[in-house]
């Protein structure tokens, strides 16, 4: 058997906690019906349908697996089904090291079921993996019961919210620049404007993290490959829990947020800075910029016992490959 079977449309078991093995699981902050009915005839702010990423990346998907309309979804529907299989070896890797299956919740799901931040979710976790994928347009914020629920959990001792919201791509009226941005990152299939993560980014704020996602990146690569990324930048007398500990690189993106800090207070602290391809101008590279921050960590203050770690979701995603480096990384955020 090359696949084991798959089930769908389960009610959450909760789990019980283990000693020494920690319950991780991912909250996708979107509306997957919202983001799968959007109108494909507007360019900006939306997914891609499965036939625009078949073209992009012919002949990679024209399989009858993927390119057959009767065995998978050729509409934005599909694109994101894509997300969830590249999901899977994280979920697996993850499993194998907590001995936890990990459960995906989706705030609001195919069948239109709401699943709110609530106690049903946060109950039975210690590493929660908060994607922040919402197109801002689909209007997801968090609730006050929401974001009180997530406080509440995070004094719970141990706790840790791994949270990204994406990247925010031509938040300009200027389309020179939006025309900029777009040749920097170089994806075809990102259109001129696509904001996202409206949900994490109140969270961070009702939160106190000073952490903004600002632009999309391409980071540099190695010399003589396509998709090697250069290794962090990383900050390791400021890693005092050791998230990076064997960590050299995450892997290759083509549009990776910069996570700006609005203040210098001690709050939050940047663990890891990813280098710039400076060969495609960008407003950021234009005013002096080579870096951007693409880990942040706010570590237990006040009555939060929990830290938070700021990252981006593309990072848990093998959509964009993966290596032992970024499989360590993983195992550190749920050891």
Not at 2 to 31: F, L
Not at 43 to 62: G, I, K
Not at 266 to 277: E, N
């Amino acid at each position: 058997m090359s696949e084991p079977a798959r089930t769908y449309n389960q009610t959450h078991v909760p789990r019980p906690p283990t000693p020494g093995r920690r319950r991780a699981s991912i909250y996708i902050a979107w509306s997957y019906p919202a983001e799968a009915n959007r109108n494909i005839t507007e360019l900006d702010n939306r997914f891609s349908t499965m036939t625009e990423v078949r073209r992009v990346l012919w002949p990679a998907y024209e399989v009858p697996r993927f390119a057959d309309p009767l065995q998978f979804q050729q509409g934005v529907a599909g694109a994101l089904e894509l997300f969830f299989w590249a999901w899977v070896p994280f979920q697996k890797l993850v499993c194998e090291v907590t001995g936890h299956a990990v459960p995906v919740f989706q705030r609001v799901d195919q069948a239109g079921f709401v699943q709110p931040l609530d106690e049903r979710v946060l109950d039975d976790v210690d590493t929660l993996f908060l994607f922040g994928l919402d197109h801002n347009v689909s209007g997801q914020m968090p609730a006050d019961a929401e974001i009180e629920a997530v406080r509440a959990w995070l004094r719970r001792e141990g706790t840790r919210l791994v949270i990204g919201p994406h990247h925010d791509v031509g938040a300009t009226d200027d389309m020179e620049q939006r025309a900029m941005e777009y040749a920097h990152h170089g994806d075809l299939l990102v259109p001129r404007q696509q904001r996202f993560g409206a949900y994490a980014l109140a969270l961070l704020h009702a939160l106190g993290i000073p952490v903004e996602n600002r632009y999309a990146m391409r980071p540099a690569v190695r010399e003589g490959t396509r998709d090697k990324i250069v290794p962090l930048n990383a900050f390791r007398d400021v890693d005092t829990k050791g998230i990076l500990a064997g960590v050299e690189s995450l892997n290759f993106h083509m549009h990776l947020p910069h996570y700006a800090l609005t203040r210098d207070d001690g709050t939050a602290r940047v663990l890891a800075k990813q280098a710039i391809d400076l060969s495609r101008p960008h407003p950021m590279t234009l005013s002096g910029e080579t870096e951007f921050n693409t880990l942040v960590w706010a570590p237990p203050a006040g009555d939060r016992a929990g830290d938070v770690v700021v990252c981006d979701s593309t990072v848990f995603s093998t959509l964009f490959g993966a290596d032992e480096s970024l499989e360590r990384f993983w195992k550190n955020l749920v050891s």
